[in-house]
């Protein structure tokens, strides 16, 4: 499939004037590689230069990559380290910036010694916020994946009741997002009842649903590449009224995190907010990860909303919101929005209630 090649030539620019200290960039994350020229293959590398554009694929990948970048010239190689040296030498480099979370040692050790005079410089810190402004095509994949998640979600409802195994409902979520047009789940779907809802990354298992349950169930599907994120608490039969009671502070924590979100607000004072809401209530040392994250063409990127986070949420950016309270052995709860950053609040993406269903 080919691709309009105007928004990658702009994200290259960007890329580009943001980090114009080298001669060269080494862009080896598959995602950021998507990002930047439309090609969807593996096991491939980007070289950008000031008026150049190399994407280097093995020969199992030549064809799509022509056809998915046409931005970029194509060049093949057998072991990708010696395709870059190659590419460096060609373009008389002196300086290469890299991805250093994603060159391996060994292959960093190879460049080096078949590129003696050239100086490697790791990407600032900075570069992870590549991805962290959405344009309209992205926001637009976002939220049709997350309808897609939501209309699979409603449709498995009715099965979440006693005697039901959490996997029967992961793997029926997982086929509704699929039939319903996903190219897949954004991640292992979460269904997690009891005392496994108190446990934040559970694994669906075979534990079966018992009359007064929280049944946690975090889930998301892809579209177009992007992703959704959502999770959603119900408490199946009876409850109790502290199990209410948690219900309703995390979910004030969930809405004060939201009615805060803006343009210029920073990611840490966002997790303040619902962060402190929860310890007031006596809860904090059970709420045990960030507030939030970005959410794209990948379910977890930049930016993080967690405690110590200056940067500025910036208009475009779209974000988790989900606080929790996980009580060891008994139960938990985590109420999650995928909300899209505006300059003067945000919008939701995810459409599901966050209202206590009792079922």
Not at 183 to 201: D, M
Request: contains cysteine; charged residues 25%.
């Amino acid at each position: 499939m080919r691709h309009d090649p105007s928004p990658f030539s702009n994200r290259v620019g960007r890329l580009r004037s943001g980090f114009p200290e080298t001669d060269a960039l080494l862009i080896l994350g598959e995602k950021n590689i998507r990002y930047l020229t439309g090609f969807t293959g593996g096991d491939g590398a980007l070289m950008a230069g000031p008026d150049w554009l190399t994407l280097l694929v093995d020969g199992r990948y030549v064809t799509q990559a022509r056809a998915d970048a046409p931005g970029a010239e194509v060049f093949e190689f057998r072991k990708r380290a010696d395709g870059i040296a190659a590419v460096a030498h060609q373009h008389k480099v002196g300086s290469i910036g890299f991805e250093s979370p994603v060159l391996t040692v060994s292959e960093y050790l190879k460049l080096k010694e078949s590129l003696p005079d050239v100086s490697f410089q790791p990407l600032p810190p900075s570069f992870e916020f590549l991805r962290a402004v959405k344009d309209e095509e992205e926001i637009d994949r976002i939220r049709e994946a997350a309808q897609i998640a939501g209309k699979a979600f409603a449709a498995v409802r009715e099965m979440i009741r006693p005697g039901v195994r959490e996997k029967e409902i992961a793997l029926d979520l997982e086929y509704r997002m699929r039939r319903g047009g996903a190219e897949q789940a954004s991640f292992e779907t979460i269904v997690a009842a009891g005392a496994n809802s108190a446990l934040p990354h559970a694994t669906p298992g075979s534990r079966t649903i018992a009359d007064g349950d929280f049944v946690m169930i975090d889930y998301g599907a892809v579209c177009g590449g992007y992703h959704s994120d959502e999770t959603c608490t119900l408490l199946v039969g009876s409850a109790s009224e502290r199990q209410r009671e948690i219900y309703r502070l995390v979910l004030e924590a969930h809405d004060r995190a939201i009615g805060a979100i803006r343009a210029g607000v920073s990611c840490g004072e966002i997790d303040r907010i619902a962060r402190s809401h929860l310890n007031e209530a006596g809860l904090g040392n059970l709420f045990s990860h960030g507030t939030g994250h970005g959410v794209g063409l990948e379910v977890h990127e930049a930016p993080r909303l967690a405690a110590g986070r200056e940067e500025a949420l910036q208009a475009g950016m779209v974000v988790t919101v989900e606080p929790g309270v996980y009580l060891p052995g008994l139960w938990g709860v985590r109420i999650e929005d995928t909300v899209l950053v505006t300059d003067k609040g945000c919008e939701i993406l995810t459409r599901t209630s966050k209202e206590l269903a009792v079922i």
